[in-house]
């Protein structure tokens, strides 16, 4: 399975890498205990998104309507993932303006049916609403299926009691999901020797 993580931190380290690390981590350590009731490949492919990287390029994007190599293959790898992590920093009581921008320059259809969890850092616990009003209501309308726990850390939240446990309910609420999606996928048909071509098919069909 396919994990694509999308950090919008600026500095680096910034916090909100760390989260999506620690989330990352939570995820891929739940996703071979969910059980299914099929055989699915448990392993996680991780792949990181340091928005920071692209900014020029989603810039370039934006006005000339084009992407960057880069930036392409960060698109397709959003699109191609079976599960999504988001994580932006706080500015102005709502998500970064190049977090936004990246999701502006993807495909509208991209996250349609995709599970993600979005999270957040800021300063102050007063700005974790906005996961609820700003994050959640943003991939709803990117049809993508956010999971219920969102997960905000403040600076006064690192190492203190709580965001541990938010983040491994987090996780698990993806990792399920993800699994799940995996498990109901249809298996790909396999085309034998005895696949009748169309125009035989459509020979014997002829009134004589």
Not at 10 to 35: E, F, M
Not at 47 to 63: K, P
Not at 73 to 100: H, Q, R
Request: aromatic residues 6%.
């Amino acid at each position: 399975m396919k994990l694509v993580v999308v950090s919008a931190g600026l500095s680096a380290p910034s916090s909100s890498r760390i989260l999506a690390d620690r989330l990352t981590r939570a995820v891929t350590s739940q996703v071979a205990g969910v059980d299914v009731a099929v055989d699915v490949e448990v392993d996680v492919d991780v792949t990181v998104v340091e928005l920071r990287d692209l900014a020029v390029e989603i810039a370039h994007n934006l006005i000339t309507g084009f992407p960057g190599p880069a930036l392409r293959e960060a698109l397709d790898a959003v699109a191609g993932a079976d599960g999504l992590i988001a994580v932006s920093p706080v500015f102005s009581a709502s998500y970064s303006g190049l977090f936004k921008s990246f999701f502006d320059v993807l495909d509208k259809d991209a996250l349609t049916g995709k599970p993600v969890l979005v999270g957040a850092t800021g300063g102050t616990p007063r700005h974790s609403l906005v996961l609820e009003h700003a994050m959640r209501p943003l991939f709803a309308y990117l049809r993508a299926v956010v999971v219920p726990t969102a997960v905000y850390a403040a600076s006064q939240d690192w190492g203190a009691e709580g965001l541990e446990q938010r983040v491994e309910r987090a996780g698990g609420e993806l990792a399920r999901l993800m699994t799940g999606l995996a498990a109901a996928r249809p298996a790909p048909v396999e085309w034998g020797d005895d696949v009748i071509p169309f125009e035989r098919q459509l020979a014997a069909l002829r009134v004589e």
